[in-house]
Each structure stands twice: as C-alpha cells, then as structure tokens.
C-alpha cells in the first residue's frame, strides 16, 4: 500500500525516514519548499538518540501531489488540518484512510471531511524537533497508539499498527478517545508551562505554582469526563484521573514524578516553547486549550486557567506579552480567585 506523509517536519519527518527504510512505498510531502529540495537531493537526515543516519527518501509539494492516495499519514500543525486536507479529499481512493498524527482532537475535523469510516486518530508521545531543511532530530522513543474512531479493533487497525512498528511500538486501542483527551491534558498543563521559556520540569519544582498547574488539568480532565470519555490512561508518569478531584497527594505525586529531567530525552523545551522561542510562529493553543475552553462553554463547565493560559499564550504569539514568570503568577492569581 502506498503511503503519502503530508507534513514532513519533526513527526511527519521522522515516520516518513523509518517507514522507507523499513521498504514501504512512502512519500513525503511538505510546503516548505528547501526542505523538499533537500530531502530530494542529500535525503532526510534524523540525528539524535538513535545516532545520526540520512535516510533516502522521495518527497514533494502538495502542488505535485497527485492520486489516488491509498493512505494518508496526516501529520501537520493542528491548525493547519482542514486547509492540508480538504485539496486531498478528491484524490483519496474508495479504500484510502487517512490516519492522524496530530496534538489536538484533529479527528473530528478529519472525519467530516473523508467520513468516520476513513478515519484513524492516534496518540503520538516521541518527541522530535525540526532543525533545518533536510534535518530532523529525534529526542526521545515511545510507544504510539492508534485507533479507529468507534472502538473497533479492525483488521487495517492491526495492519496499520504493524506497519508503524517500523517507526516506534505501536498498539492498537479501542480507547483512542481516552487517549486523546489525555493528551489534551497534558497539552494543557504544557502550554501553561510555556508560559515562561524554562523547562517545564524547572517550573514544577517550584512547588508554590503546584496548585494552579493542577486546576488546569483538573478543568480538562472534567471536560473529557462530561464528555463521556472516562477512561484517561496513564501517559507514562502522568495520569490525568489522579487530578480529577482537584489538587491532594495522588496529583502531588504525578507532578513529583514530572518534576525530574527525563534522561532518556534529549529535549529541553516543550514543542510550543519552540515554537514561540525559536521558530516565531503560531502554536496550536487554538486547538488545544482554545478547544477545550470551546468544548467547556458548550456544557456548561467553567475554565478560568483555560480562560487565561489562551488569552495569555495569544498575547505572546502577537508580541503584546513577554515569556516569564509574571505570567505563572497572574496564573497563579486566577486560580487563587
């Protein structure tokens, strides 16, 4: 079958690497015009911590895209879904799918434009930074879950499950929705953290900020439950239930737990650090915090630090606020409100 990867940066990049190593007919399709050339002319090189290798690779731009696309591999910013899809939708197969490797709830989007039906949501927890055109650097492994949208463990569930072996463990689930809005959670938590341009383990460790970095979750947490998604996993040390009751020991411990360097990671800064520190763009907070706080309006449930870590990230993105730690305490001042 063939695979065509649109988004070839950090995640896109790095599936599209080892899924050609690993033999399958993969494409890689980006917008960025000298990350194409380079990958075309030097191949995909991903350093980082499984050693420096280039990887030949084919890629293009959507422009050259051409069909029938069998299966899409959806891996660009949040925001950016609909606008990198819906151009593909005509060109997608009877029996193409389109799997998402996305923050944010991606899948609802994806599903209204090609169907349930063709749609795979996934939860994607390695972590990879984009450097330059042609480089990708890979800072850390874990296992990725993907799931059809209605629960079932299909036979292309499986199938796509164990082609992506190629790239990381993968696990099909038939809980990918209370995967997801794990990962909410966490992106939640995160974008609070980017809030200043520390590392994110630095600001839990002081312990006085402990309590509003929890009323975050806790809001998205009361969010997914209200939506029906009751089963959160643990995402590795964190386990979003553990916060569902508000601030007490279990959520201590969680954050006890995150407030240590991950040694088995060589990133630093979280993706939307970068993305305000280094890369000057816009992040996903409209498809992240901003929908929860849209989801939470249209219940009923109040999220003042949704509310404020939205308003507060938008400032920074237009340039009216600076990263710091005046922003954690005005955080601070909401949830002590």
Not at 138 to 162: C, F, M, N
Not at 307 to 330: C, D, K, L, P, S
């Amino acid at each position: 079958m063939k695979i065509t990867i649109i988004g070839a940066g950090a995640i896109g990049g790095t599936v599209g690497a080892y899924l050609t190593s690993a033999g399958h007919d993969t494409l890689l399709v980006d917008t960025v015009p000298a990350h194409v050339a380079a990958m075309n002319e030097r191949g995909l090189r991903i350093s980082g911590i499984r050693g420096d290798r280039v990887f030949p690779v084919r890629a293009c731009s959507p422009a050259d895209l051409g069909g029938p696309l069998e299966w899409v591999i959806l891996a660009v910013k949040a925001q950016a879904t609909r606008a990198a899809l819906a151009p593909l939708v005509p060109l997608l197969a009877p029996d193409g799918f389109v799997v998402s490797m996305q923050n944010g709830i991606c899948e609802e989007d994806i599903a209204e434009l090609v169907g349930t039906e063709r749609t795979i949501g996934c939860l994607v927890h390695y972590a990879a930074d984009y450097q330059e055109p042609g480089h990708v650097q890979l800072a850390s492994e874990h296992e990725v879950y993907y799931g059809e949208l209605d629960g079932r463990i299909t036979p292309r569930l499986r199938s796509v499950t164990d082609t992506l072996s190629a790239l990381m463990p993968a696990v099909p689930t038939d809980n990918i929705w209370g995967w997801k809005w794990t990962k909410m959670a966490f992106v939640s938590v995160y974008f609070a953290g980017a809030l200043v341009d520390v590392p994110f383990f630095e600001t839990l460790q002081r312990r006085a900020y402990r309590p509003a970095l929890a009323a975050v979750v806790t809001e998205a947490v009361r969010v997914a439950y209200a939506l029906g998604h009751t089963r959160l996993p643990a995402y590795h040390t964190f386990e979003p239930a553990r916060f569902a009751d508000g601030y007490g020991p279990e959520a201590e411990a969680v954050f006890d737990s995150m407030a240590r360097p991950n040694p088995m990671s060589l990133k630093v800064f979280s993706g939307m650090q970068r993305d305000l520190m280094v890369r000057k763009r816009k992040t996903e907070v409209d498809e992240t915090v901003g929908l929860v706080v849209r989801k939470a309006r249209s219940l009923g449930i109040p999220v003042p630090m949704h509310e404020e870590i939205w308003r507060q990230i938008t400032e920074i993105e237009q340039g009216a606020r600076t990263m710091g730690w005046r922003n954690i305490e005005e955080l601070a001042g909401v949830y002590a409100a």
